[in-house]
């Protein structure tokens, strides 16, 4: 009950965090390009949404799961949501999508519960679109 109450508050802030950043913000733009070109070029996964969309996701993603989120840098968190997008435009099934979200985020031996997962892909089918 208490990892669903963490999903649904992350899901409320990402929806929050992506309304509030929907202006156009040159300066910050060209200084997040040069940061999110570098993690870019540290990962082998293809970048499939922008810079914004993932680092909304990461924040989400660290205060939502910590377990999951521990030890790992931004740019793997960040590949869970591109392989999710990857999944999602290549029409894989929401049940195929979310057993994919179990391998992409598992950290060691702490395993993604299936309510985890779902909570992830509702996070990211916001981001991905």
Same mark, same amino acid.
């Given at each position: 009950? @208490?990892?669903?109450?963490?999903?649904?508050?992350?899901?409320?802030?990402? *929806?929050?965090?992506?309304?509030?950043?929907?202006? $156009? $913000?040159?300066?910050?733009?060209?200084?997040?390009?040069?940061?999110?070109?570098?993690?870019?070029?540290?990962?082998?996964?293809? @970048?499939?949404?922008?810079?914004?969309?993932?680092?909304?996701?990461?924040?989400?993603? /660290?205060?939502? *799961?910590? /377990?999951?989120?521990?030890?790992?840098?931004?740019?793997?968190?960040?590949?869970? &949501?591109?392989?999710?997008?990857?999944?999602? /435009?290549?029409?894989?099934?929401? $049940?195929?999508?979310?057993?994919?979200?179990?391998?992409?985020?598992?950290?060691?031996?702490?395993?993604?519960? @299936?309510?985890?997962?779902?909570?992830?892909?509702?996070?990211?089918? &916001?981001?991905?679109?």
């Amino acid at each position: 009950m @208490r990892r669903t109450s963490a999903a649904l508050a992350a899901s409320a802030s990402v *929806f929050a965090l992506l309304l509030a950043g929907c202006n $156009d $913000d040159t300066a910050t733009s060209s200084a997040a390009a040069g940061t999110s070109a570098s993690a870019a070029a540290a990962s082998s996964v293809a @970048r499939v949404v922008d810079g914004a969309k993932a680092g909304t996701f990461v924040v989400s993603f /660290k205060s939502a *799961f910590p /377990k999951l989120a521990q030890g790992k840098s931004d740019v793997q968190i960040s590949d869970i &949501l591109n392989q999710t997008c990857a999944d999602l /435009k290549s029409g894989k099934a929401e $049940d195929a999508v979310i057993s994919g979200i179990s391998s992409y985020a598992k950290n060691g031996s702490t395993e993604v519960t @299936r309510e985890e997962a779902a909570a992830i892909y509702q996070m990211a089918k &916001l981001m991905c679109g």
